[in-house]
């Protein structure tokens, strides 16, 4: 994709709270002005509060990727190849749908932590960015991403964790603070 087309991409990233809820921002501020926008989820369980709360919104379409069964790094051989084959098959479902549907603002949530961890492979990733860069808007979010999507980035934001409750007070994850 060239750096002169009209569509931008946006990567948030980094080890701070709030990657996901800067592109849900950017998601809202489109059905705002009437757009259609597509929001797929990676490597999370799709039960988050601004996933109900899209859903319910004229105008967006949410994906969610099959539920995965605790962290990459918690799991056998087995299930990492299960996990590895159905995150680069919700891509490619993904790549579809955003083709057929033709959403002028789409959030990839998650897609880089998928790269990062080798859930997805790198060419099925530039294809969806690629096919997603074609129609509209586009955003990618997760913990670390890698060098060529950085390098592919119009505006990249990293988000550095300075303090949280989880690290300092051993606090988990909060219902509609977190998640």
Request: zero cysteines.
């Amino acid at each position: 994709m060239s750096k002169e087309s009209i569509h931008k991409l946006h990567v948030y990233w980094g080890d701070g709270k709030g990657k996901t809820t800067a592109a849900m921002g950017l998601a809202l501020r489109a059905l705002g002005h009437g757009q259609k926008v597509l929001i797929a989820q990676f490597m999370k369980n799709g039960n988050s509060g601004e996933l109900k709360a899209f859903k319910s919104l004229s105008g967006a379409i949410v994906i969610t990727a099959p539920p995965m069964n605790g962290f990459t790094f918690q799991m056998g051989h087995e299930e990492l190849r299960l996990t590895r084959e159905r995150q680069n098959a919700f891509a490619r479902e993904a790549r579809r749908i955003i083709a057929e549907e033709r959403p002028l603002t789409i959030l990839l949530d998650g897609l880089a932590i998928a790269l990062s961890t080798g859930m997805v492979e790198e060419a099925a990733a530039r294809a969806l960015i690629e096919e997603s860069l074609l129609h509209g808007e586009t955003a990618v979010t997760g913990y670390s991403a890698p060098d060529w999507l950085l390098d592919m980035a119009d505006y990249e934001s990293q988000i550095i964790m300075r303090r949280h409750p989880y690290v300092t007070e051993g606090l988990p994850a909060r219902e509609g603070v977190e998640w």
